[in-house]
């Protein structure tokens, strides 16, 4: 996986001294902006956070081709975190103390962000639309952390609610990491059950790095689940599905989150994952389907990185983009009060992509509350009917 990026900082330019900075915001002078990321750039999560880091800084180059923002150029700083809470800690301690950014943003994983945002919080550097959708994100508000669109249970909640509904689906039962993330999952499902007065009927966790869902995969079949909702990213994603459809288990459907919205998961070998379920927030980025500026984008994309973008490089178009469009916004004295009260006045958000309209404000810190669904048909994620645009 190529990964690029040109403005990590390397030696002796860790040590920008703070008298520097023109104004009392770190990681703002007269001529740059700082922002930090960490990101999983080599474990079980970096087909999320390569393509999104690479996205980012062709977002950032575009606008610093364009003379910056109010005359000062941004400058990203990315850490590896190999999807790992210490190195998360690790990383962001290093961005917050030695780089010195003004604001994290598009930082990935439920657990990771959970573990690091009491430090950003302390240091006063805001969290911008990390790659989790973890009710923790947005709730309560925060002032410091904003979320992109809809929440982890929100989205498992509108899935479920899907095929129960749409479906006819009696018997829902759960497939979860046992982390931060797949918990969350898990709330939303027994939160929706609750809702439509229905049983969970069986569960199984698992940790991340999990191989093996054989026992998993049989005992949810011998409970009678005809639904599992999955609180799974790519790898125990594919998978526990791949093992279900092997023993003949063909009268059961699956479905998860944005967490599985992916390409390696449609395009898995053999067409592993065809009839699986996902919510998502804006159509695929296919060339052969693109708008006109979506292609620009595209073909960009791919002359510079050596590959296609994923869905989770259109995202990253989409967080920085709408992450630039608040340090305008926030003006020329830009300070982290200026820009949170930016980011509370975007309205009516509109990116390439055609996702949903994105809006923030003082009490609400999610930019979209609604999703669709996508099911895996000949290798690629296709909308699901009109009825597909769901709101919690």
């Given amino acids: 996986m190529k990964f690029i990026l040109n ?25 740059e902006i700082v922002l930090g990321m960490h990101t999983d750039l080599s474990g079980v999560a970096a087909s999320f956070g390569v393509p999104v880091a690479n996205a980012f800084q062709m977002r950032i180059d575009e606008a610093n081709a364009a003379g910056g923002i109010h005359g000062r150029k941004i ?26 950014v003004f604001a994290m943003v598009g930082n990935a994983g439920t657990q990771t962000n959970n ?11 805001p969290n911008l639309f990390p790659i989790s959708w973890a009710r923790t994100i947005s709730e309560p508000v925060n002032p410091l952390q904003f979320a992109i669109y809809q929440t982890y249970p929100n989205q498992v909640r509108a899935g479920v609610r899907y095929m129960v509904e749409k479906k006819h689906k009696k018997a829902v039962c759960a ?17 929706q059950l609750k809702a439509m007065n229905l049983p969970l009927v069986a569960e199984a966790s698992h940790s991340p790095t999990e191989t093996d869902f054989t026992v998993s995969i049989s005992r949810l079949r011998e409970a009678g689940c005809d639904l599992i ?28 989150t944005a967490g599985i919205y992916d390409l390696t998961v449609s395009s898995a070998q053999g067409g592993a994952t065809e009839g699986l379920y996902a919510t998502g927030f804006f159509d695929p980025p296919y060339r052969d389907t693109a708008n006109p500026e979506v292609a620009k984008w595209f073909d960009a ?28 916004a926030a003006g020329p004295d830009l300070t982290v009060k200026s820009l949170t009260n930016a980011l509370e006045h975007i309205e009516g958000y509109q990116d390439m992509f055609n996702g949903p309209l994105q809006s923030l404000s003082p009490t609400n810190h999610a930019s979209a509350n609604s999703s669709r669904i996508y099911v895996v048909h000949n290798g690629r994620w296709e909308l699901v009917g009109e009825s597909a645009v769901l709101a919690e």
Avoid: C, H
């Avoid at 573990?115 to 550097?125: C, D, L, S």
């Fill in 301 to 328: 994309y791919t002359e510079r990185f050596g590959r296609e973008p994923a869905i989770q490089a259109a995202l990253g178009q989409v967080i920085m983009d709408l992450t630039l469009k608040a340090i305008d």
């Fill in 175 to 191: 497939l979860y990491q046992d982390t931060d993330y797949g918990r969350d999952v898990f709330s939303g499902i027994t939160e």
């Fill in 229 to 256: 909702a999955l609180g799974t990213i790519v790898r125990d994603t594919i998978v526990p599905y791949t093992v279900a459809r092997k023993q003949g288990w063909t009268d059961v459907d699956f479905i998860g």
């Fill in 75 to 100: 400058r990203l700083v990315v850490e590896d975190t190999g999807y790992q809470v210490p190195r998360a800690v690790q990383a962001a301690n290093k961005l917050l103390n030695r780089d010195k």
């Fill in 7 to 31: 403005s990590i900082l390397v030696g002796a330019t860790l040590g920008m001294a703070v008298t520097a900075y023109a104004t009392e915001a770190q990681g703002v002078t007269d001529k």
């Fill in 115 to 125: 573990a690091v945002f009491p430090i950003q919080e302390k240091a006063g550097v």
